[in-house]
């Protein structure tokens, strides 16, 4: 079985600061990891992917996350927030290739002028 | 780089009233998967078709039903629609770990 929290259900930040967007997973093998984000009334997007390569996982827009093993965390980061930054983040846990994703339960950004 | 397409976009059913709802995958992907994300929740794992074949199910209502035909296109029926029903339905392809989204189909039941 797999499961993933989103620590934070809205986080607000003001342009130009730092963004951190907490998630935690459980898994009972190794799991791939993704980050998607979701603008009003649009699709999924992903942003980045962990699958038991590099531990910190660069993706578009800035974005990066690392994931820790010991700490079953996988937190999304980005060095400086921009409007268009404001979104749903989903953190995506699977078991395997082929396999469904379990979403988060969403993280809202808003970002202020 | 072409994109996972579904239609229609958006929907509107009566109760009772069945709904039949396409994806079409990126091109070479072999997997396809359906996923219901209510108002305010996060997307819900429904089914899968690797290769033509269910691989996997999840919180599908007995009053739904898919499959994936030939030309790898998939096709998610609804029947008896409720109001609960009201969703925007995604669909995803994939050929290896990451799943590729579709910008989804809203369906409104009244």
């Known amino acids: 079985a797999q499961s993933v929290t989103q620590l934070d259900s809205h986080v607000s930040v003001s342009e130009g600061t730092p963004v951190l967007l907490r998630c935690n997973y459980s898994s009972s093998y190794s799991p791939s990891l993704f980050w998607y984000v979701q603008h009003p009334n649009k699709g999924l997007q992903l942003l980045l992917k962990y699958t038991s390569a590099a531990t910190l996982v660069k993706g578009i827009n800035g974005f990066e996350a690392e994931f820790k093993k010991s700490e079953t965390s996988f937190h999304l980061t980005k060095p400086s927030a921009h409007m268009s930054d404001a979104a749903e983040y989903f953190c995506v846990v699977s078991g395997s290739a082929g396999n469904k994703l379990t979403f988060g339960g969403g993280t809202r950004v808003l970002v202020k002028p | 780089a072409a994109g996972v397409i579904q239609s229609p976009r958006h929907l509107i059913k009566e109760k009772r009233e069945t709904a039949t709802l396409k994806c079409y995958p990126i091109?070479?992907?072999?997997?396809v998967y359906w996923y219901q994300q209510g108002p305010g929740q996060d997307p819900q794992f429904l089914i899968s078709f690797y290769e033509k074949m269910q691989s996997d199910k999840g919180s599908i209502p007995d009053r739904f039903s898919a499959q994936q035909f030939s030309d790898y296109h998939s096709e998610l029926n609804m029947s008896s629609l409720e109001l609960g029903d009201s969703a925007l339905y995604f669909c995803a392809s994939s050929s290896a770990y990451e799943q590729y989204f579709g910008p989804g189909t809203r369906l409104t039941v009244t």
């Open positions: 091109p070479r992907h072999d997997t």
